[in-house]
C-alpha cells in the first residue's frame, strides 16, 4: 500500500485555447503525494466524486515545483518541471483559505525533497525533547492509520480511554477548528499509557525496524513528543479531510464513512468504542 505523505482538496484547472488565461474546473478532487509501493515518488490528482485518478505523475526529486498562477482567485497554481515544458494547472478548493499558503509551503518541501518532514502551523512538540529519527516517527502514527489485517487489537477499556478524548473534542454541535494535533498529543498518550502500561508493548511490534534503541516505553515517549511525529499526524489529518480513505480506515475495523473526513473518523472510533463494553469486539490498530 501506497505510504500518503501529504493531501488536500484541490481541483484542476485548464489554459484556454491559443491564450494565457487558466479556467478552473469546478470537479471537486484532491491533490496526493505518496511514496508507492513501487518505490517512486507519485504526484496524483484524484476525483474526489467518482473516485478515480485522473493524474498520476512520477516526479523525481527538486525537478518540479508549485508555484502561484496570477489569477483573479488568487488560488490557481502550476506544477511546472525544470527537465520539461509540462505544465498542470490547479486550484486549491479547501472552504477556508487560511491552509492554502501551508499547502504550498509543504508541497514544495516534499517535492524538493520526498522524505522532508512537513510544517504546520500547530504548536509543535518542545524543541527540548529528544527527537526520534525521521522514518521513527512518521511510522509511529501509522499506528493509527496504515494498519496490516493482522495488526494487535485495542483492549476495549484502552478505546474507552481515547472515547473519552474524543469526546472533548466532538461534543460541540457547530463544529470547531480542531486537527487530530489536538487529540494525538503527549499531555493526552502520556496519562494513556501511564495508566495502562500493558499498551506500550503491544505497539513495540509497530515501532520502525531502525530506531537507534530497542523498542521500549522510553523510545515510545520520545517518538510521540518529536516534532516528526506530530507532522506525520497533521499529514495524516490532511489526507482525512480529503475524504478519501474509506478504503485505509476498512483496516481499522472502521467503516468506509469513517474516511470521508475528520468528524466521521472520530465519530466512527467513538462509535467503536461504545460497542466495545466486553467480549473481544476490539478495534484493530496497527
Not at 501529504?6 to 478532487?29: C, H, I, M, Q, Y
Not at 508541497?107 to 504548536?123: F, G, K, M, Q
Not at 495508566?195 to 513495540?204: D, Y
Amino acid at each position: 500500500m501506497s505510504d500518503i505523505l501529504l493531501a488536500f482538496k484541490a481541483g484542476r484547472a485548464f489554459r484556454r485555447e491559443n491564450t494565457n488565461f487558466v479556467d478552473p474546473s469546478p470537479v471537486k478532487g484532491a491533490i496526493i503525494l505518496t511514496a508507492g509501493e513501487d518505490g517512486l515518488f507519485h504526484f496524483t490528482w484524484k476525483n474526489r466524486t467518482s473516485g478515480v485518478v485522473d493524474e498520476d505523475l512520477i516526479l523525481f526529486p527538486s525537478d518540479a515545483s508549485f508555484v502561484k498562477v496570477p489569477h483573479p482567485t488568487g488560488r490557481v497554481y502550476v506544477l511546472k518541471f525544470s527537465s520539461s515544458n509540462q505544465r498542470h494547472f490547479f486550484w486549491l478548493q479547501d472552504e477556508s483559505t487560511a491552509r492554502d499558503e501551508e499547502f504550498v509551503v509543504n508541497i514544495n518541501r516534499l517535492l524538493e525533497d520526498p522524505e522532508s518532514n512537513l510544517v504546520w502551523n500547530t504548536a509543535g512538540a518542545a524543541t527540548s525533547q529528544p527527537q526520534a529519527s525521521t522514518s521513527s516517527a512518521h511510522a509511529a502514527p501509522a499506528a493509527a492509520a496504515s494498519s496490516s489485517a493482522t495488526a494487535p487489537l485495542i483492549p476495549p477499556e484502552q478505546l474507552a480511554q481515547l472515547q473519552a478524548l474524543l469526546a472533548e473534542n466532538t461534543s460541540t454541535p457547530t463544529a470547531p477548528e480542531y486537527s487530530l494535533t489536538d487529540i494525538l498529543t503527549p499531555a493526552n498518550l502520556t496519562p494513556l499509557f501511564t495508566s495502562h502500561p500493558e499498551l506500550i508493548s503491544t505497539l513495540f511490534p509497530h515501532l520502525p525496524p531502525d530506531l537507534p534503541t530497542p523498542p521500549s516505553a522510553d523510545a515510545l515517549q520520545r517518538i510521540i513528543n518529536s516534532p516528526q511525529f506530530r507532522s506525520a499526524v497533521s499529514s495524516f489529518d490532511q489526507a482525512l479531510r480529503t475524504g478519501l480513505l474509506g478504503g485505509l480506515v476498512r483496516q481499522l475495523g472502521l467503516p468506509d464513512e469513517a474516511g470521508t473526513g475528520l468528524e466521521p473518523f472520530l465519530r466512527a472510533v467513538q462509535e467503536q468504542a461504545n460497542n466495545s463494553g466486553g467480549g473481544d469486539d476490539r478495534m484493530e490498530t496497527d
